[in-house]
């Protein structure tokens, strides 16, 4: 494995399995009968990965997505289990490994990043401040940043690789995408499931102002792939903080973002150096954010 300076994994070397994919945060190697999905500490912002990575954050992304898992047990997902021990082809690398990784169902990824939104920020708050239209929705005037939408709005993206940058995209497009049934199925799973965990959160106190799905077809059903509702792919704001007409503070890495705008910087690799200050102030945040929801310290 590759560690870095603060002791942050960056990398996953498993020789003996074949390596999948190196995506942006995760490693995926195949082990056969499933896949082998590990979350390193790598930390990705407008699609660059950064070259320092978040000690702990991969523990955080994977036992939050196991919470997620267990609270809504109704939700078909990839899961078969987070034991590597159970594997013995695992069994040198269980230190690295043990409460980052999960053993999980192979299934077709479907090419679509699937973003609900309950609340109007970020890129949603941009595009609605151009033309008042959000990934095909027309919206009501008279929003503020940060408001609450009158209803949580689908607008799917692409799903861009390491270096590229994620598109918009409309319904419509979906649908030419992957079709209208596999399409409408997304969409509504996409809202149930943000529903439910926006109001979970909030008896936690946290506002879920927005979060991304992603999606495949295992055994010709639907079934939630990958990670869902970590401080990665999700905004988590402290309600006691939250003041329509600003950027609220979050416990995300909305954080890090901010701090990248304040740099002279085009948002294409490589990406630049954090500070010590910033690496440590967003582990702070993702761990905060895994104890408020779940109710476990990392």
């Not at 009501?140 to 940060?146: I, L, M």
């Not at 939408?149 to 409309?170: C, Q, R, W």
Request: aromatic share 8%; charged share 25%.
């Amino acid at each position: 494995m590759n560690y870095d300076l603060n002791g942050a994994m960056l990398e996953s070397r498993i020789p003996e399995l074949k390596l999948v994919n190196r995506g942006k945060v995760r490693d995926i190697y195949d082990l056969g009968d499933a896949l082998l999905f590990i979350a390193t500490d790598r930390l990705s912002a407008f699609d660059v990965v950064m070259p320092e990575g978040i000690p702990g954050k991969g523990r955080v992304l994977t036992q939050i997505s196991l919470f997620w898992f267990e609270l809504m047990d109704w939700l078909p997902n990839h899961l078969i289990s987070a034991d590597v021990t159970s594997r013995p082809e695992l069994n040198p690398y269980v230190q690295d490994l043990q409460g980052r990784a999960m053993i999980v169902k192979k299934a077709q990824t479907l090419p679509v990043e699937c973003i609900v939104r309950g609340y109007l920020v970020g890129s949603g708050w941009k595009d609605y401040c151009n033309d008042g239209v959000v990934s095909g929705h027309q919206l009501r005037a008279g929003y503020r940043q940060a408001d609450k939408l009158d209803k949580p709005l689908f607008t799917p993206s692409t799903k861009a690789e390491i270096g590229d940058h994620d598109a918009a995209i409309s319904f419509d497009q979906v649908v030419e995408l992957i079709g209208i049934d596999h399409a409408s199925q997304i969409r509504d799973l996409s809202l149930k499931t943000y529903q439910a965990a926006a109001d979970y959160a909030l008896t936690k106190n946290i506002i879920v102002a927005d979060t991304k799905f992603e999606f495949g077809v295992h055994d010709g059903k639907i079934i939630l792939i990958d990670e869902v509702l970590t401080p990665d792919s999700s905004r988590f704001w402290p309600a006691e903080q939250y003041q329509p007409g600003t950027s609220p503070p979050s416990l995300d890495k909305q954080f890090v973002r901010d701090y990248l705008e304040t740099l002279d910087w085009n948002k294409t690799a490589p990406g630049p150096h954090l500070p010590a200050e910033i690496v440590e102030k967003t582990a702070l945040k993702y761990r905060e954010a895994c104890k408020i929801l779940t109710g476990k310290d990392i």
